[in-house]
Antibody, heavy 119, light 110 residues
Framework: EVQLVESGGGLVQPGGSLRLSCVAS????????MNWVRQAPGKGLEWISS????????YYAASVKGRFTIARDNAKNSLFLHLNSLRVEDTALYYC????????????WGQGTLVTVSS | QSALTQPASVSGSPGQSITISCTGT?????????VSWFQQHPDKAPRLIIY???QRPSGVSFRFSGSKSGNTASLTISGLQAEDEADYYC??????????FGAGTRVTVL
């Protein structure tokens, strides 16, 4: 069974940093591009970042570019998101999602980890 | 990226059919069949129900169907059931190896 489990969320002050992790099981992430998608409380889904299967290329939404860094460790079947210079508007549930290249979409999602930015 | 526009809410009675629209203007949305749809129940992760405009992943009910004409994609739910009450998001693969989501449509079963 495909599973994605995120962790690392929490309460942080504006300007602070966090590192989110996503551990995959039931499949090998080295065969997939991986994504992070977030959802602010009561709001819709927002794609924020993706990384190719090998890790050779990364992509970011304008809202997080220059502040967030996506990374992966294929040996540990894990995906990461480093969040720096956090803002109140970054408060959201952060989902890790597997990309299916044949479907050209994200076909499996974790349950999310909550990041709250507040003073 | 260009936004995808969805109605805020759609409702229907059990057994009826409803359709949710998703309008986009980007080249990738209009000229390629790279639209997917997700269902999200409260406090749950999104679930893929349609990909490449019309395709259903394994395990998704045949009551869900997708289509696209020009700059508008649509999700139709036939034989509406209480369990279909959820938020639905359209999504399009976009330039720069990114994705863009619609704002979501709340489906209410009356």
């Amino acid at each position: 069974e495909v599973q994605l489990v995120e962790s690392g969320g929490g309460l942080v002050q504006p300007g602070g940093s966090l590192r989110l992790s996503c551990v995959a099981s039931g499949f090998t992430i080295s065969n997939h591009n991986m994504n992070w998608v977030r959802q602010a409380p009561g709001k819709g889904l927002e794609w924020i970042s993706s990384i190719t299967a090998s890790g050779s290329a990364t992509y970011y939404a304008a809202s997080v570019k220059g502040r967030f860094t996506i990374a992966r460790d294929n040996a540990k079947n894990s995906l990461f998101l480093h969040l720096n210079s956090l803002r109140v508007e970054d408060t959201a549930l952060y989902y890790c999602a597997r990309e299916n290249v044949l479907m050209v979409t994200c076909d499996s999602w974790g349950q999310g980890t909550l990041v709250t930015v507040s003073s | 990226q260009s936004a995808l526009t969805q109605p805020a809410s759609v409702s229907g009675s059990p057994g009826q059919s409803i359709t949710i629209s998703c309008t986009g203007t980007s080249n990738s949305f209009v000229n390629y069949n790279l639209v997917s749809w997700f269902q999200q129940h409260p406090d749950k992760a999104p679930r893929l129900i349609i990909y490449e405009v019309t395709q259903r992943p394994s395990g998704v009910s045949f009551r869900f169907s997708g289509s696209k004409s020009g700059n508008t994609a649509s999700l139709t739910i036939s034989g509406l059931q209480a369990e279909d009450e959820a938020d639905y998001y359209c999504c399009s693969y976009a330039d720069g190896s990114s994705y863009v989501f619609g704002a979501g449509t709340r489906v209410t079963v009356l």
